[in-house]
């Protein structure tokens, strides 16, 4: 009988590529092409925001498939639960932007933040915002550059989702104060008792603060930027097993079980596509 293949530590099909584009300073850009399978299903704390250039972009969200043609932009909130295939044999080619909803808050200020439905708009103010800094992939931005397209990315995105329903104060200085002190201790275990401090606020206030304006909790705030620096270390050369180590994971199996879950394949898969161009 021939063995069972786990597609979530297959390689690539032979016509499957990923292009990373490192030029950027703040967000995370890719360009690739699947013909079939592309990501088992996964969620991060990111914005994923895109356009299918070619073909149909298949995957499931919020309970519903979303097929994905050239004409409109893809728009999947932070931590909600994805996957992506091609809706045809002939595959799909997109690009897709990955930004942290902190800087959304940035430009906002502490507004909840914002949600579009259905996982992809319509809406030609987010197209042109997004367009702009995807199209930049062909070219080296400056930096002032990309500030004023992060601007206005967090502006279409808060106009394409409309006013919050049910919308409460929430303390935008209490949750950044929370947030540095979790990017200040990224190797060791926090407590809420430490956010409580850091913040000037309860820990229920907070916690339910920090997820209208950063889109997840802080423990999974806290997990994907320990992902980051297993990223960092790992393309930099270093062992995923000491990667692991340095960012505060228990072990190399504790942070490949968060590792699949954040980005839909396996660390390993991940350097595989970063040496070799194809994921």
């Not at 954040?262 to 991940?270: D, L, N, Q, T, V």
Request: charged residues 25%; contains cysteine.
């Amino acid at each position: 009988m021939a063995a069972l293949t786990d597609k979530r530590t297959a390689l690539p099909g032979p016509r499957d590529w990923v292009q990373r584009d490192a030029s950027a300073r703040q967000i995370e850009r890719i360009e690739a092409f699947f013909g079939g399978h592309g990501y088992d299903m996964h969620r991060h704390d990111t914005y994923a925001i895109g356009c299918t250039l070619s073909g149909v972009q298949s995957f499931s969200y919020r309970r519903h498939m979303v097929n994905s043609q050239p004409g409109g932009t893809i728009v999947l909130h932070p931590d909600e639960p994805h996957d992506g295939h091609a809706g045809t044999d002939a595959g799909f080619r997109y690009r897709m932007l990955y930004i942290e909803p902190a800087l959304i808050q940035h430009v906002l200020g502490g507004r909840p933040l914002p949600f579009v439905a259905g996982g992809r708009s319509d809406d030609p103010r987010l197209f042109a915002a997004a367009g702009t800094l995807l199209r930049a992939m062909d070219s080296v931005m400056e930096p002032l550059e990309e500030d004023d397209a992060i601007f206005d990315l967090a502006h279409a995105l808060a106009a394409a989702a409309g006013a919050p329903r049910g919308r409460h104060a929430v303390d935008y200085h209490g949750a950044e104060l929370a947030r540095a002190c979790l990017l200040d201790n990224l190797e060791r275990a926090v407590t809420l008792d430490e956010l409580e401090h850091a913040s000037g606020r309860d820990r229920w206030s907070l916690s339910r603060d920090f997820r209208v304006l950063y889109g997840t909790s802080p423990h999974r705030y806290l997990v994907m930027r320990r992902l980051d620096m297993v990223r960092r270390l790992a393309a930099a050369g270093q062992s995923l097993a000491d990667a692991a180590a340095c960012a505060g994971f228990t072990d190399q199996s504790h942070m490949t079980r968060h590792f699949t879950r954040a980005f839909g394949h396996s660390p390993g898969r991940w350097l595989r596509a970063l040496r070799g161009g194809v994921a």
